[in-house]
């Protein structure tokens, strides 16, 4: 089950640099899958009549929605993370235990994601906004477009200015962790074991039930519900340990270049390659003095080695994100009749990285020149992001461009390398 996994990891003062929160994920799905980054303003929703429609299923609607911008695969409605104009952010994770996972089409923990960030201010409001969901609505469905049929639980890391929280589940039983300080991560596996701050208030008694828990010993949840011996949990050879001691071994000086480095990292397998690969990742600085802005950097595109993290500032009037934004296919509803047919969902960044990718891979001075002109605009935006960081001063009507542009520009790097192929 591994492979179709992804990692998300949160660093909290003292271990980062600044008062800051880190967040960052890798999203990894099927390499021919589409990822986009896609913003949606405010909204206020007056006829609550309305249901609101979601991958699989319509569900109801809330007055006020946030402003949210996502890493989404372009053919499902919710997202793999993203963040609010509030400063949260939520990443999920594909995970399995001994509760069977349900073929019937429910909320599919992507929804999850999305319906937290846009009904939520806090870290913990949405954590309260996904388990009454998951009470209401449930969670399941397929989690691919097309081919395969792929379903599973959902883990998620919640975290804004002041705490993250670790939100585990199977089935409709769940359990979460509070994290005020210091490094976590999640993965492919449950993780939470005896440090409960939060649960479902029939958890125990349904694990005492099946037989998962003697009703004597201190209740672990990861030993309960999933088949892991947690004694050996951190000496595994897994994503979840490697990306645990990446995140260690920077404790106390993490940036958020540290957490790109280690969502880089391939020998650990957190930077995946093959069948299933990082078609994505995220990386957001969560200031605790509130006078600053949060600053959200998205790929959106696969294999982050590769690829340019552009940041992301909430400001009124935001610009639309065309160069990340897939061709919709609206008038056939593909996902509901299980269509054989795949569309092209391709955006023009993903278009351009794909086809640069192809020129460069046999040419190894055309891929060290434009891998060099990608981490030269890169630092230039770090450099950018830091200065408004240190000096609290933001250019709102740069900032409502600054993500188009910085794709444009990474376009245009890959549209330079092209240029040069089909001229010689």
Same mark, same amino acid.
């Given at each position: 089950?591994?492979?179709?996994?992804?990692?998300?990891?949160?660093?909290?003062?003292?271990?980062?640099?600044?008062?800051?929160?880190?967040?960052?994920?890798?999203?990894?799905?099927?390499?021919?899958?589409?990822?986009?980054?896609?913003?949606?303003?405010?909204?206020?929703?007056?006829?609550?009549?309305?249901?609101?429609?979601?991958?699989?299923?319509?569900?109801?609607?809330?007055?006020?929605?946030?402003?949210?911008?996502?890493?989404?695969?372009?053919?499902?409605?919710?997202?793999?993370?993203?963040?609010?104009?509030?400063?949260?952010?939520?990443?999920?994770?594909?995970?399995?235990?001994?509760?069977?996972?349900?073929?019937?089409?429910?909320?599919?923990?992507?929804?999850?994601?999305?319906?937290?960030?846009?009904?939520?201010?806090?870290?913990?409001?949405?954590?309260?906004?996904?388990?009454?969901?998951?009470?209401?609505?449930?969670?399941?469905?397929?989690?691919?477009?097309?081919?395969?049929?792929?379903?599973?639980?959902?883990?998620?890391?919640?975290?804004?200015?002041?705490?993250?929280?670790?939100?585990?589940?199977?089935?409709?039983?769940?359990?979460?962790?509070?994290?005020?300080?210091?490094?976590?991560?999640?993965?492919?596996?449950?993780?939470?074991?005896?440090?409960?701050?939060?649960?479902?208030?029939?958890?125990?008694?349904?694990?005492?039930?099946?037989?998962?828990?003697?009703?004597?010993?201190?209740?672990?949840?990861?030993?309960?519900?999933?088949?892991?011996?947690?004694?050996?949990?951190?000496?595994?050879?897994?994503?979840?340990?490697?990306?645990?001691?990446?995140?260690?071994?920077?404790?106390?000086?993490?940036?958020?270049?540290?957490?790109?480095?280690?969502?880089?990292?391939?020998?650990?397998?957190?930077?995946?390659?093959?069948?299933?690969?990082?078609?994505?990742?995220?990386?957001?600085?969560?200031?605790?003095?509130?006078?600053?802005?949060?600053?959200?950097?998205?790929?959106?595109?696969?294999?982050?080695?590769?690829?340019?993290?552009?940041?992301?500032?909430?400001?009124?009037?935001?610009?639309?994100?065309?160069?990340?934004?897939?061709?919709?296919?609206?008038?056939?509803?593909? #996902?509901? &009749?299980?269509?054989?047919?795949? *569309?092209?969902?391709?955006?023009?960044?993903? /278009?351009?990285? @794909?086809?640069? %990718?192809?020129?460069?891979?046999?040419?190894?001075?055309?891929?060290?020149?434009?891998?060099?002109?990608?981490?030269?605009?890169?630092?230039?935006?770090?450099?950018?992001?830091?200065?408004?960081?240190?000096?609290?001063?933001?250019? #709102?009507? &740069?900032?409502?461009?600054?993500? *188009?542009?910085?794709?444009?520009?990474?376009? /245009?790097?890959? @549209?330079?390398? %092209?240029?040069?192929?089909?001229?010689?």
């Amino acid at each position: 089950m591994e492979p179709f996994s992804c990692d998300t990891f949160v660093a909290l003062p003292p271990a980062t640099v600044d008062n800051r929160i880190i967040f960052g994920k890798n999203s990894d799905r099927l390499c021919d899958e589409v990822q986009e980054v896609v913003y949606f303003p405010a909204a206020v929703h007056d006829n609550l009549g309305e249901c609101l429609k979601c991958t699989y299923i319509e569900i109801d609607q809330v007055p006020e929605t946030y402003a949210v911008v996502l890493s989404r695969p372009a053919w499902l409605w919710g997202a793999e993370m993203g963040a609010n104009e509030h400063g949260v952010c939520i990443g999920n994770e594909a995970v399995w235990g001994r509760e069977e996972v349900c073929d019937e089409e429910a909320l599919l923990g992507m929804d999850l994601v999305r319906l937290g960030l846009e009904r939520a201010d806090t870290a913990e409001k949405a954590l309260n906004v996904i388990v009454d969901l998951l009470e209401k609505y449930g969670q399941g469905g397929n989690c691919t477009e097309g081919r395969m049929v792929f379903s599973y639980h959902n883990s998620f890391l919640i975290a804004d200015r002041n705490e993250a929280w670790i939100l585990e589940t199977a089935g409709k039983y769940w359990a979460a962790e509070k994290v005020q300080e210091g490094v976590r991560n999640i993965s492919n596996q449950l993780s939470i074991t005896t440090k409960i701050a939060r649960e479902h208030p029939d958890m125990r008694n349904y694990a005492k039930r099946k037989g998962w828990w003697d009703g004597k010993k201190e209740f672990d949840f990861a030993a309960a519900y999933s088949y892991l011996d947690t004694a050996k949990m951190m000496t595994s050879s897994g994503r979840y340990c490697e990306g645990y001691k990446l995140l260690n071994k920077h404790k106390g000086n993490v940036t958020f270049e540290t957490m790109m480095e280690i969502l880089r990292d391939k020998p650990s397998g957190i930077n995946m390659e093959g069948e299933f690969l990082t078609t994505a990742s995220m990386v957001s600085i969560l200031p605790q003095d509130s006078s600053l802005p949060c600053v959200h950097f998205f790929t959106g595109t696969p294999d982050p080695e590769r690829s340019v993290f552009k940041p992301f500032i909430f400001v009124p009037h935001i610009s639309q994100l065309l160069d990340t934004s897939s061709p919709t296919f609206e008038l056939e509803d593909l #996902v509901k &009749k299980k269509s054989h047919f795949k *569309p092209d969902r391709r955006h023009p960044l993903y /278009q351009k990285h @794909q086809q640069a %990718l192809e020129v460069v891979n046999n040419n190894e001075e055309k891929a060290k020149i434009m891998l060099d002109n990608m981490r030269k605009l890169e630092k230039e935006l770090f450099r950018e992001m830091e200065s408004i960081l240190q000096n609290k001063h933001l250019d #709102v009507e &740069k900032i409502v461009n600054l993500f *188009p542009q910085c794709t444009k520009d990474e376009i /245009q790097i890959y @549209q330079s390398n %092209l240029s040069v192929k089909f001229s010689s």
